[in-house]
Every structure is written in structure tokens, then in C-alpha cells.
């Protein structure tokens, strides 16, 4: 088969590889798409090193159809179409036995630890399979993993109807989160964000959208002004590695001054720098700081969302491109972020 493969950190090659053997408890899927995730692109650039072992097949973003089936596998067959959950989990940590596999302690990905999507076929393990009706495009059946980041975030953080919502950056994982609480609260969501076109999107794809730019604006006054105040019930932090602002605080602090007294800070960027904080604050308000990552069973409820029409996965989709052009793809995310939010990958 062909697929994508990362010759070493910085460079793809799409060349011949032997076509995956699947074992017993696995299936062989023909990949229809494949999403780049912001994961992608630092596994790219080797900051997953030495996690990662080269030369490897990236991608764990994917869904396509079952061609063959593993002697232990049930009920499944082939012509099944599937999204994927790449998390493998090791089922005897602290976090496993109490069911949050999402925190599991060694915690791998397909894609990451192990060969992906960007390639004609993958060998999956049946445990990872979700059914897909032909009411989901290929297409979508790609997004499934990442909105399912968004829809965790959400549980985690206990959105319920009739809650304001901030998100702080507009990326992958904050149009994910936005998909998500959609389809929990009609009320206000405040997304803050540093591209105007990441801002757009949010506002042409769903009604009641605030959007802040936070180069020309302070998020906290904004948010404090439109709400009188009060603040808002949840604030969700997935900028990553956040730009320095003159007069503004870190996004993680902002979302703490943004709530009401008595909520839920929510943080899923992984920056790299320290984020002050005063504790004070968050005691006086008697907030609950938490953290999200990855899913943990959501995929069931996205899927759920896209067979009903409530989701727009189009709204994050970029482009499309073969996936013998990997490498262009990446390189375009890296240095036109203010034109590409996901680009999906066909590999034939």
C-alpha cells in the first residue's frame, strides 16, 4: 500500500509500505479520511521524541470501511463502515479501574505510538471500533475523534442547559469545544481568539456567538460588560501555547476572572510556559479548577449528534488534499494558521 510516512522529524515521504497484518483481536480498515491534529504537528516537529520511534505512519484522526476481519473479532464484518478511537489504555492503573481511561497512566495513541491513518489501510483493534451509518460522510466519520475531545471537555466540565459559556482560543480544540456545548446550552458562548478567521467561523456557524479579538480587546472587560458583571457559568482554556498580550494576563488566569463565584474553570492547553495564578481568587470564588484530555466514551454520543444534523464538522474543515501531499499539508498549517484550521487527508 502507500501512505504517508515521516522519514524523520520535519519530513514526510508518501512511499510503498507493506500492507498491515492484523491480528486476532484487530480489523483491517480502508481509511476514507484523515484529519492533521494539533498533536501531529509536534509529533512532526520531534517534540514527542523519544515517544515516537521513526520511520512510522502519523494520523489518529480516521475513519473508513472494515475489508477484513481478525478470527476473534464479533460483530463486525466487512463493508462495516467505522470512526475510530485511537486510545489504547492499560485497564490496571488507578485511573483504568475507576473507569477514566482518558488520565490512564500510560496511555497510547494509533498514530502516535504505533501506525496510523495516513496511509491506504490500518490495522485497528476491534475495541476501538464505532458503527457508522451512511447518514455520516467519510468526512465526518474523520472528525468523530476531535469533536469527542470537545463533548469529554463539556462532561467534564458539567455543561448544562441555560449556561453562558467562554472559551478562550478558536484552534482545533476550541471549535470542538464550541460544537459540543452547542448542543448542550442555547445560552451566550464567548469565544476569544487572536485570528479574525478563526472567529469568523465561529460566528457564521452557530447563532449567539460572541467573539472577541483579544489583540484589540481585553477578554475580561468584554465578557464582564456583556454580563453585567456576573460572569459567565464556565470557562473553557485551549489556546496551548498562548502569545503574550501587553496589559493582559494569561489565558488560564483570564478564564478564572471571567466566571461567576462558585464555577468551573475547565483547561485543556498544554502550553509549555508557568501560568500565575492567586490562589485567593479562586478560593474566594470557590472555583473548581479542571483539567481535560482526549475522550473517554464520548464517541458514541458524537456519532449521536451527527446523525441528527446538530453538529457542523464542516464548519472546521479547512480543505481536503491527498494525502501524498502530507507534507505540504503540514507545512501550510504551520505557517498559515490564519487560513487553515483542519485539513483532512484522502490517502486514495
Known amino acids: 500500500m502507500e501512505a504517508a510516512v515521516l522519514t524523520k522529524y520535519g519530513r514526510i515521504e508518501w512511499r510503498q509500505v507493506p500492507r498491515p497484518n492484523i491480528r486476532d483481536n484487530q480489523v483491517l ?5 484523515a484529519g492533521i491534529c494539533g498533536s501531529d504537528i509536534h509529533v512532526f516537529d520531534g517534540e514527542f521524541h523519544p515517544r515516537t520511534h521513526l520511520p512510522f505512519i502519523q494520523g489518529h484522526e480516521f475513519g473508513g470501511t472494515i475489508v477484513e476481519i481478525g478470527s476473534k473479532v464479533i460483530g463486525y464484518k466487512e463493508g462495516d463502515r467505522v470512526a475510530v ?22 496511555l497510547k495513541l494509533v ?6 491513518g495516513f496511509g491506504e489501510y490500518a490495522a485497528v483493534a476491534d475495541f476501538m471500533l464505532h458503527k457508522i451509518t451512511d447518514n455520516i460522510s467519510d468526512r465526518h466519520a474523520a472528525m468523530v475523534e476531535m469533536l469527542g475531545i470537545g463533548f469529554h471537555a463539556c462532561n467534564r466540565a458539567g455543561v448544562k442547559d441555560a449556561d453562558t459559556i467562554a472559551i478562550f482560543g478558536g484552534g ?26 478563526r472567529l469568523k467561523i465561529a460566528e457564521d456557524a452557530f447563532e449567539n456567538i460572541i467573539t472577541i479579538n483579544a489583540q484589540q480587546q ?18 473553557f482554556e485551549a489556546v496551548g ?15 478564572t ?3 461567576r463565584s462558585a464555577a468551573v474553570v475547565c483547561v485543556l492547553g498544554q502550553g509549555s510556559e508557568p501560568v500565575e495564578l492567586l490562589m485567593r481568587e479562586l478560593i474566594w470564588k470557590e472555583l473548581k479548577l479542571i483539567t481535560s484530555r482526549v475522550s473517554c466514551g464520548e464517541f458514541a454520543e458524537v456519532i449521536e449528534h451527527l446523525e441528527a444534523g446538530n453538529l457542523k464538522p464542516d464548519a472546521i474543515i479547512s480543505c481536503e488534499m491527498p494525502a501524498s501531499d502530507a507534507q505540504k499539508a503540514f507545512e501550510r498549517l504551520k505557517t498559515e494558521p490564519q487560513n487553515y484550521l483542519k485539513i483532512l487527508l484522502k490517502p486514495c
Not at 218 to 235: F, L, Q, S, Y
Request: with cysteine.
Open 172 to 197: 482545533k480544540i476550541g471549535h470542538s469545544i464550541l460544537q459540543a456545548t452547542r448542543t448542550k446550552t442555547r445560552e451566550t458562548i464567548f469565544v476569544v481568539d487572536v485570528l479574525p478567521t
Open 111 to 116: 498514530g502516535i505510538d504505533s501506525d496510523g
Open 241 to 255: 501555547h498562548a502569545e503574550k498580550i501587553e496589559g493582559q494576563k494569561h489565558p488560564v488566569a483570564q478564564c
Open 29 to 33: 480498515v480502508k481509511v476514507g479520511y
Open 257 to 259: 476572572e471571567v466566571v
Open 85 to 106: 478511537d485511537p486510545i489504547y489504555w492499560c485497564g490496571k492503573c488507578p485511573a483504568c479501574e475507576i473507569g477514566q481511561f482518558s488520565a490512564c497512566r500510560t
Open 218 to 235: 481585553n477578554p475580561v472587560d468584554v465578557i464582564e460588560c456583556h454580563t453585567k458583571g456576573r460572569g459567565v457559568d464556565i470557562a
